[in-house]
């Protein structure tokens, strides 16, 4: 679905900016130019299926409880830079946050925000012709055990957390609707 609405955007770069939100059932995922040494099992062998994609960034796990966020926008209608887009990323998680009273933070140097030195959003994007797709990851209340079999992000000393470690309460319905309207915010989108 993610690759035929951006080939239709491609083709019609006047169509409307999407936000796909979803999750995905248990499986690796590898970024273009990944590293195998980041997985500690033999993914020829795993119960849980690896994929190589055509996003950047490492390895990292999917699974239920963790919200999966792919926007589809044409940056030429907002701004040509990657470095703006992905730190655009960071600020929407981090806006979700803050609704919650949580120090969503940037490491200089990475990708991803963090609470109290846990990672709990992850960026891995795509752009083409300046038309965006995959996008970020944020474990609200996944199973963590996944990430065990893996070295996240290719960062070995911040460990992987989730927001419900922070608010025991919180609900994946909850975040999709902030997400939704944190993104339409940062962007200056109307979502319907």
């Not at 998680?93 to 925000?113: F, W």
């Not at 965006?132 to 957390?161: A, Q, R, Y």
Request: hydrophobic fraction near 35%; charged fraction near 20%.
């Amino acid at each position: 679905m993610q690759r035929s609405l951006v080939n239709q955007r491609l083709e019609n770069p006047n169509l409307e900016d999407t936000l796909l939100l979803l999750e995905h059932p248990p499986v690796y995922t590898l970024g273009t130019g990944s590293h195998i040494k980041f997985i500690k099992f033999d993914p020829e062998h795993s119960s849980i299926p690896v994929y190589r994609t055509e996003r950047g960034g490492e390895v990292t796990h999917h699974c239920p409880g963790q919200l999966v966020g792919y926007p589809i926008l044409n940056l030429r209608y907002h701004q040509q830079d990657l470095h703006w887009y992905l730190r655009q990323l960071e600020a929407v998680i981090i806006e979700v946050l803050n609704d919650y009273k949580l120090p969503g933070k940037r490491i200089p140097g990475l990708t991803g925000v963090w609470v109290n030195n846990y990672k709990v959003a992850a960026i891995g994007i795509k752009v083409k012709r300046w038309v965006t797709m995959h996008g970020f990851s944020i474990n609200i209340c996944p199973d963590l055990k996944g990430f065990d079999k893996i070295i996240p992000c290719g960062i070995e000393d911040k460990p992987v957390g989730t927001l419900q470690q922070f608010l025991p309460e919180i609900t994946l319905e909850e975040i999709r609707q902030k997400v939704t309207e944190k993104f339409a915010q940062v962007f200056q989108l109307i979502y319907v």
